[in-house]
């Protein structure tokens, strides 16, 4: 029967959980799980998802074990239709993964003679805010591998090699730590107990067979399967000294170096327990010391990590009178909990509103309280865990890393560090045009359904004049849920009218104008740190004399009540514009590489529409990229009328992506843009030029490095006659600040 003290406990912690799980979520790592399971849920290898070029986060980079519920997850949250019930969905699995670890520690605390404590250790890991922290407000899933971890322990307790083994195997389909403590069985088998070698052998084979029968499916492509579980293994943590050693040493030696030194530390470990006695707990002692001698030294760890460690942790602390381990172990505990608040404080990390996001609401020279703890944690956390494994490898006596040595190192550190470090740069500095664009790929790179908008990120971070909120060619055409006709869509939300008509009226008394922006194809799909695009249905089926492959629509074809399509189309454009609040509309997506074709169709749309907006306030954008064509300055003097009928004309900008994304066999330099956005000018007149800013495109994969970025800015910007500029993509993943002067 279960005692008062302990349904206590368990009940205190279920209610928490419950309570903070469906509010709250780690803004990236919860995006991967959403965004994961869709994929899965389609039937897209995610393996195969390749990352960003120059982008610093992964997208999911962890055994198959966790995908599997993720896809789970999402085919419920196609018919729960809340996203909160969606997350909460999500992080069951973790939430019974932390009772579990609690009912194990007790299991495996009573087989070592220690189970009077049991309920100590179940309301230690079960209360413990960091555990809770990771858990229900993060969502991070290590809890899983945790739970699998202490059952495989208590088998090898047994002398249960397969069964241990196997756990093991399973552990690491979740998170590949597991695999760590087979060393561990196998030495504690062989070393300790006198074992057969064939009993090692058992543990590894065993745990070989659970990791590699989950992953088969995945295995048909391996290179790629390899390639991103032993991503991590290739950077920097966060919750780590090397965090800050980084930024003195050339980061890519840094992993290698480090897991040399783990290896050796390995070795000093398992030596230092030959001579234990042929006892269950010795198992704890190898355990924890394989453990804590790789997070000691691993430059990747974060702080979720820690959860790894926290059973023998918790352990030790009530079995044992060590007090430097203890103290060690609390400390350890406090800095994750600093590392989670100063996250929360120069992030907004755990809002999910900031879902998808890297840089937040708040700026860095904004966050210089929630960087130093930042960096305080960090120290405080790796030094803890290099003085817990000296605490452990001398059974708690005291050695070099005391408290007062440590603190005085870390403040040294930290003095150096911040006062090299901030006030931090400028990041890529735009100037102040007249006219400045942000384009927002869908609304939901943006923003999140609601019924108040707020738009001082918007109006903190950037000074823009006009932002384009895009959609694809049905929303204007036809009524209904205009999600379907979003580029980029993250949430199952449907978005009426009436939803976007309010958010169009938010921009404007912010100061912002809000354009109408509109892909001129027919469909678009992309598989890429998520499904996107959208598909034009009735447009293409009531219309499909008027389609051409590859998504063109040929608007200047003619219909048989005897008008153009462009003259049905633009009608609908400029009223769709003026009855939900814009200023203005943007023509973005097209093909030119076909000019000819293309041309003509544009110049049916743009002179209907610049017909239909006249008087009515609704200035005209046209993209157009005459690097594409064959001749870009004879395109642009066989556009020219085309290009005088609308007001602004944006011309596209991107040396570097037309060499690394698009693959172009010509090698056009800034110089040669240079003297197309000049030729631009000649052709249509001052002060109706654009240029672009092309930092970063999600749903495409690409990003622009910072310093190509700013290169191009300095030469674009500088044309005469140009007026300003449009930023693709204002979103929520920027890896780099954009300022302005």
Known sequence: MVSAGRAAVYAAALVVRLVLAPFFGHSWDLFIWVKSGELFYRGVNVYEVRSLTDFPWGFYTYPPGWLYWLGTAYAFSTQLNNFNLYVLVIKLPIIAADFAVAALLTKVMGIAGAGRLGLKAEALWLLNPLVIGISAVWGMFDSIAVALTLAALLQAMRRRWIAAGTLLG?????????????????????????????????????????????????????????DKILYHFGNIGSFTYWTVLSTLSPPPAIPMVSYGVFAVMLLLALRNRLKEKPEPETLLSISQLVLLAFLAVSAKVNVQYTLWILPF?????????????????????????????????????????????IIISKE???????????????????????????????????????????????????????SGLFPVGKGVVLPRMPVVVGVVEGVEALYVKSDQYDQSILTNKYSLTHLVL???????????????SFRYRLSNDEWSSEDIRRLALSMKEAGLKPVLGIYLKSYYAAVHYGYHGYNSTNLINQYHQCMESYGEIRFHCTLESGVTLAEVFAEKAVSFASSHGFEGVYYLGLGWSRDGLVLDSVAALVNATARHAHGKGIKVFLEVDPVSTLHPNL?????????????????????FLKTVKSGEFRNFTIADYRAVLEKAVSVVGRGSVLFTVKAMDIVEGWVTPAIQLQTEVEAFSTVPGVSGYAIYHV???????LSFR
């Open 635 to 655: 395109f642009l003097e066989k556009a020219a009328d085309v290009l005088k009928q609308v007001d602004y004309v944006v011309v596209v900008t991107d040396p």
């Open 364 to 418: 860095v020279e904004q966050a210089t309280l929630g960087g130093v703890l930042l960096i305080l944690a960090a120290l405080l956390g790796g030094t803890r865990l290099i003085a817990l494994f000296t605490d452990a490898l001398k059974n708690g006596a005291s050695g070099l890393w005391t408290l007062q040595r440590v603190t005085m190192v870390v403040l040294v550190v930290v003095f150096l560090v911040v």
């Open 170 to 226: 399973l552990g690491g389909v979740v998170k590949i730590y597991p695999l760590l403590l087979t060393v561990a069985a196998a030495f504690y088998a062989v070393y300790i107990l006198r074992e057969r070698i064939v009993e090692a052998a058992k543990v590894f084979a065993a745990a070989a067979a659970a990791f590699l029968l989950p992953s088969l499916p995945y295995l048909l492509n391996p290179l790629a399967f390899i």
């Open 313 to 357: 942790l918790i352990y030790y602390s009530l079995t044992r009178n060590w007090r430097l381990y203890k103290l060690n172990s609390a400390l350890l505990v406090a800095a994750g909990l600093m590392f989670m608040a100063a996250a929360q404080i120069a992030l907004a990390v755990f809002d999910l509103r900031n879902l998808g996001r």
């Open 470 to 484: 895009v959609f694809g060619p049905e929303a204007v055409m036809y009524d209904g849920d205009l999600s379907k």
């Open 731 to 737: 979103n929520r993943y920027l890896p780099f600040r």
